[in-house]
């Protein structure tokens, strides 16, 4: 009977056990999935350094018109904001003053030149007879000295002549140089002088201006040295607007001032733009893009492949060669259309970590796809 309990008891624990199997499987997880991140190989790139500067656009030359003479404006003959060529009439005085004055000098000029005439003749008939002691020799010195005074009266009257043709030229206000013309200040009917503290109009050349920066007085040297050198624009310094974009204009690097402001430690940098499409204005607000030194060898990482730490470090995550993902620390430099210059941490020919960061541990394998981001050309400006 006990032998029979027992033949019936095997299948039972048999059961058992195969349940009690089933049960320890199904309560052990799933091995994890490797986690999917966009990697990129980075490579050394030639870097040129960069500094981008706020500057001011000021004109290469810029005159006010004022008045040489004084008198009533007639005319206004010029377009206001137009351009207009050196020597080109801008606005007319009442000449008929003036013309009188020259008309005045001239017949000035004629009677002394008729009295010089006079004198000259009195001294050729009085000469033979001094010779001859016919006359005295105190009446032939005094006909010399009065021909010399009328040949100096013969001078003052042409120069004073001349002053009044001047006068009556100044009557026409000129332009000074060739440039872009405002507006008017002063309008026909008005009386200008000479004393006048507020300009007629203004002229400013403008096909070629200046853009001034502000640079630390610690990278003078750097700049002397890069003075000339192409940036990697178009082979000039770059002038942007305030959104970035670059003007389609081209700047040489002139000089950096000679005085440092106490207040800022800053030196003026000025740079000649070719401003032919009138793109910049005087007065502008703009930035320029000026290079700091030749060419240099560099790694450039994405920004997004940057994680920043609580201890003020920047690490990077790094595919091994058995796909493992290990974090390296790095020190970064100057950024360069969205990717950072990195000056240590990283070599050429690493996988770097750009998108899944969130999804990786120290030693995680991984499941890698391109990234599909923007990456730089083969040659660069660092800023």
């Known amino acids: 009977m006990k032998s029979a309990s027992l033949l019936q008891l095997i299948p039972l624990l048999g059961a058992g056990a195969v349940l009690a199997a089933c049960t320890q499987d199904e309560a052990l997880p799933p091995p994890p999935e490797a986690a999917l991140v966009s990697t990129t190989r980075v490579a050394a790139s030639s870097v040129r350094l960069e500094d981008e500067l706020p500057g001011r656009v000021a004109a290469m030359r810029s005159a006010e018109i004022r008045p040489q003479v004084g008198g009533i404006v007639q005319k206004r003959l010029f377009e206001q904001g137009a351009e207009v060529r050196e020597g080109q009439p801008l606005f007319q005085i009442n000449p008929a003053p003036f013309k009188a004055e020259v008309d005045s000098a001239d017949a000035a000029l004629k009677r002394a030149m008729t009295a010089l005439e006079r004198a000259r003749l009195q001294v050729e008939r009085l000469e033979p007879l001094v010779e001859a002691d016919a006359v005295s020799r105190q009446l032939y010195d005094d006909a010399v000295s009065q021909r010399n005074q009328a040949a100096a009266d013969v001078a003052q009257a042409r120069a004073t002549l001349a002053r009044r043709q001047l006068d009556l030229g100044f009557a026409t206000i000129r332009a000074p140089i060739s440039g872009r013309i405002g ?88 740079i000649r733009v070719e401003n032919t499409g009138r793109h910049l204005l005087p007065g502008m607000y703009v930035r320029a893009r000026v290079p700091q030194g030749g060419a240099t060898e560099g790694i450039l990482a994405p920004q997004q492949a940057i994680v920043r730490a609580g201890d ?49 541990k120290d030693g995680d394998g991984v499941t890698e796809q391109a990234w599909k981001g923007a990456r730089p050309p083969a040659s660069q400006a660092a800023r």
Do not use: C
Request: overall charge negative; cysteine-free.
């Open 183 to 270: 507006e008017e200040m002063v309008t026909e009917g008005a009386l200008v002088s000479t004393t006048d503290t507020a300009p007629m109009a203004r002229v400013q050349q403008i096909d070629q201006v200046y853009v001034d920066v502000r640079q630390p007085a610690s990278m003078l040297e750097t700049l002397r040295k890069s003075a000339g050198r192409p940036s990697a624009a178009d082979g000039r310094a770059v002038i942007l607007d305030a959104q970035g974009k670059p003007y389609p204009v081209k700047g040489e690097i002139l000089f950096s001032g000679i005085n440092v402001d106490a207040g800022t430690g800053d030196v003026v940098l000025r």
């Open 312 to 360: 003020g470090l920047s690490r990077v995550w790094v595919i091994d060669g058995d796909g493992k993902a290990r974090q390296h620390a790095v020190q970064l430099g100057k950024v360069v259309d969205g990717h950072y210059l990195v000056s240590s941490g990283l070599k050429a020919g690493d996988k770097l970590v750009v998108e899944g960061l969130d999804r990786i």
